[in-house]
């Protein structure tokens, strides 16, 4: 059973930048690939990025690209969202999630089998 908690949310105005982290227990962190989702009230939950287990391989949704970078230090148990360039329509509650060994698709949240309880992140105009 793994465990996620997530921290680093806040407010930023558009065109800051943050990083969020989420840090896991109770599994081999390291076998694991890791997902952020996001979602924004009266939105479905979406895919932001993913990082393979051996972080070789990254996946991002196309809103993000070039803005956001998923990166994981797995001494630390710690995937990180590093956020830049960041807009109005980035305000959601981020979740960050765990998927054992390789899967098929990073995109889908059924792919994942852990999940965090999610941290705010809100960019104001």
């Known amino acids: 059973q793994v465990q996620l908690v997530e921290s680093g949310g806040g407010l930023v105005q558009a065109g800051g930048s943050l990083r969020v982290s989420c840090e896991a227990s109770?599994?081999?962190?390291?076998?694991?690939?890791m997902g952020w989702f996001r979602q924004a009230p009266g939105k479905e939950r979406e895919f932001v990025a993913g990082?393979?287990?051996?972080?070789?391989?990254?996946d991002y949704t196309n809103s993000v690209k070039g803005r956001f970078t998923i990166s994981r230090d797995n001494a630390k148990n710690t995937v990180y969202l590093q956020m830049s360039s960041l807009k109005p329509e980035d305000t959601a509650v981020y979740y960050c999630?765990?998927?054992?060994?390789?899967?098929?698709?990073?995109?889908?949240?059924?792919?994942?089998?852990?999940w965090g309880q999610g941290t705010q992140v809100t960019v104001s105009s």
């Open positions: 109770g599994g081999t962190y390291s076998m694991y690939t």
């Open positions: 999630a765990a998927a054992w060994g390789t899967i098929g698709t990073m995109t889908s949240p059924l792919s994942y089998a852990y």
């Open positions: 990082i393979s287990w051996r972080g070789f391989i990254t």
